[in-house]
């Protein structure tokens, strides 16, 4: 069995299979939502019988990545015993499975259910604290099978999703994603940005007969634009102040983020100043993407 800072390599997602269980209140439904944002499709609180059923339908589903996550706990009833008869027949099938177990102590799963005001789905006329003795005790065999345990009583959301992401993601999937987008100020800011930078300050390339009608793509453009002190300066500037935003962005837990830059029109300035940060952010390490909301709009 694999303690917490296990790593499970990058896989080409073909058969690719978790199975999520553990205690009630230990952040199954977090760890399960945490791979569907990666794309996993999930299932969740079925009987373990009907696993590789669905595992066949989702498989053959057209344009579907092969990578299938089902959350299996107590309350699937008499059918959950069977549970240890099912990954042994996935395990001995062509396929990357792994069994993923969560609990947290005592203490820390009474608050938990005591700060949402709920039921301990085990503790029948007892109290929580009974249920979830009763629960452990239940589990007890698939902790033991379990490919990885992981204690969450010191995560909280946030946390439990990062270690889902580094976990049970890809390089690509673990790193935070950006998004430049250029615009031009006289179609309105964009709503989805996080944040807006205004370079009008730099001279422009519209009144310079032989660049008016061409573009921040091409390279007479960006050379005109570029060329300014002030805007070298800018991009310097402006690269020193967002780099410690993007840490803290990944250390929260945030996975995309989208930097406008604006100009006049969103046709020359905005789209060099835009092209720029995007490579020296890649050379940064970073993963970018490059949007020109405006260009083409003149």
């Known amino acids: 069995m694999h303690d917490e800072s296990s790593r499970v390599p990058d896989s080409d997602t073909t058969g690719d299979i978790v199975i999520i269980t553990g205690l009630a209140g230990a952040g199954r439904e977090t760890a399960a939502h945490a791979l569907e944002d990666m794309g996993w499709y999930v299932v969740y609180n079925i009987a373990p019988q009907l696993i590789t059923t669905l595992y066949d339908l989702q498989a053959s589903a057209e344009g579907r990545q092969n990578r299938f996550a089902v959350v299996v706990d107590p309350r699937s009833g008499p059918f959950f ?5 099912v990954v042994a027949q996935l395990r001995r099938a062509d396929l990357r499975l792994r069994l993923l177990f969560l609990t947290a102590d005592e203490a820390t799963l009474v608050r938990r259910f005591d700060s949402v005001r709920r039921p301990h789905p085990l503790q029948g006329e007892e109290g ?12 007890a065999p698939y902790r033991r099978m379990a490919d990885l345990v992981i204690d969450t009583a010191p995560l909280n959301v946030h946390q439990l999703t990062m270690k889902m992401r580094s976990t049970f993601g890809t390089s690509l999937e673990q790193q935070l994603t950006v998004t430049m987008l250029s615009f031009g100020f006289k179609y309105g800011i964009p709503l989805e940005a996080d944040h807006v930078s205004d370079v009008r300050f730099i001279p422009n390339p519209y009144w310079i007969p032989e660049l008016r009608d061409k573009r921040g793509l091409d390279p007479e453009v960006a050379d005109h634009v570029l060329g300014d002190a002030n805007a070298t300066e800018f991009v310097e500037k402006y690269l020193e102040m967002i780099t410690p935003v993007l840490r803290g962005y990944t250390a929260e837990n945030k996975h995309f983020t989208t930097l406008a830059i604006g100009c006049t029109g969103g046709k020359h300035r905005s789209v060099a100043i835009s092209e720029k940060i995007g490579e020296e952010l890649r050379r940064a390490g970073h993963a970018v993407r490059i949007r020109h909301r405006d260009l083409g709009r003149e």
């Open 128 to 139: 929580v604290l009974e249920g979830i003795r009763r629960e452990r005790e239940m589990l």
């Open 81 to 85: 015993s069977e549970l240890s008869d």
